[in-house]
């Protein structure tokens, strides 16, 4: 008993992890039992449990089958928009018409042939932020192979409503609408959960007195996996994205070397390797029922690796309760859950780089910093937002060797990671690649809860004037204030930690004032917004984590349960998020301009004290 009273947050947590662990081999197995639908004609077999029904296309149909008389860089894919222009303006893109395929940021739309045989059909369209076309054959239908053509999509938008409804042999190409109220409920209860923990963590009442802090952190983890992994074969998530990354696992598992041939991806090689790895390893008989918490296995991972890389820089400049907190925090967070838990999306993965790359550059590891960086360049296009980051931390040096150092880096990873791929192509395929995405999405907004969706432009054409210019010069200047901004204060502050603040401030404002943003884009924030909060110990930086966790959920929620409308109409929740980035993102320039300041006042007492007497 006294070893229990001595270690009860060990024992509690335990008994915690061995809960969600049996919830999660029941979860696994009941699926694993459950009644099956396979496609044996292309080697992969998928079985869905209850609520879970997923059944890939057949062969030489899959969503994601590219027009081979498309060329490289523009075809569809998972995440769509236009890169910004200037300094630190980028998003992922996505081109328009593949076989059988719409677009969107993400998505997928479904067109089904008749059961007397017909081939298939032209593809329906997909929508809101995210959309794209499958084309389904009946039995004894015709479908066309890899390299032929099929029914062009094109960028549409999801209608109003709850998806458009239907499964994935009806026309689905949104999430089924199930747990809605369940995650609602979730996000409710979390939010109090959070409050109270804080203020009791405030007040000096939260006591955590074990001296094994590294396993009460890890045993919260490790429970938190459990439960997202038992979560994630009965959620069916966004039809659209798990079918295209259905499809470009087979692609990849066939061979990298042709994957860009076969495939309808514009998405950059890094994560490839992980569907490669996802397509060879389904392939094993007992393994294919998982192939749904296989797509969303990697993102779940990379939860709990950024919530561990969050503490462990917490652990170093907080109490060990709040690193504790915030640990917990960012692992069970509505908006990081429903990314992909529920969406299946890859945000945290690529998130989970970005926040590496950041903390690399806190503690002045520039090689390493360059490194990652070029990861999450190479994982989305969206990297290249945090570029101007690097590129202040290395002017800060004031020597030449980092920048050549990182230069090389940068240049090394990128030719490692894209040789695979490259057999046959150009040597620029690569710039083609991304250049193709670049102009993909000219609206100006696409679903996201930001200051162009609060004017009621959602999927307004970029190229309208509002004002003296268009939405897409608007953007542009917006991109470079929040450059430069960022930029002034980092240099202004001295201080290496400040880079945390500048990404925060260049996704939040790149996300908030500029064109073509989809709504998952601001995903980061939330990560960020807690480092830079570890550094600084602002609460104002805490509750900005708060804030951007509750507009990334809301615009997340809206979009997944088709909540969302492309026709201009400001509802409550866009009204709502978007008047909250706008003010957190201005708030956030108020912090940089007084933690600059103050840093540069600290650091000019400092060398008045170290000058002789």
Known sequence: MNLLKNHKWIAGLTLALLISLGVCIYSLAKVSG??????????????GGEGAPFRSGERGAFPGSRNGTLPLGRQNATDGGSAGAGAGGATDGSSGASAAAGSGSDAAGEAQSAADGSSGASAAAGSGSDAAGAAQNAPGGTAPGFGQGAAAGSRFARPSGMNGGGGFGGGGFGSDGQYGTALAVYAALFAGLLAAAFYYAKAG???????????????LLAAGLCLKLAAAPWISGYRGDIRFFTTWAQAAAKGLGTFYDTSSSDYPPLYMYILYATGKIVTLPQIEPYFLTLIKLPSIIADAVTAGLLYKAASRYLRFETAFLIAGFYMFNPAVLINATFWGQVDSFFTMIVVASVLAMTRQKLGWAAFFLTLSILMKPQGIIYTPVLLIALLRTGKPWP????A??????TVIAALPFSSGKSPLWLYQLYSGTVNEYPYASVNAFNLFGLLGANYED??????LFSYHIWGLIFIFAATLLSGWYYLRSRSAPFASLSALLLISGVFTFSSS?????????????LLAYVYFKDRRLLWMSFGYSATIFLNTYAVYYGYASRDGHVGFLLFFSALLNIAMCILLVKVMQDRSRRQTQANQAQALLQEPL
């Open 403 to 406: 920048w050549l150092k990182a």
């Open 517 to 529: 943003m989809h709504e998952r884009y601001l995903f980061p924030a939330a990560a960020l917004a």
């Open 205 to 219: 009442k939260l006591r955590i007195n074990e001296s094994r802090r590294g396993l009460v952190v890890g045993l």
């Open 462 to 467: 970029s190229s309208s004037t509002l004002l």
């Open 34 to 47: 459950s009644g099956a639908s396979a496609d044996t004609s292309s080697g992969m077999q998928w079985r």
């Open 408 to 413: 090389v880096i940068a240049a090394v990873t």
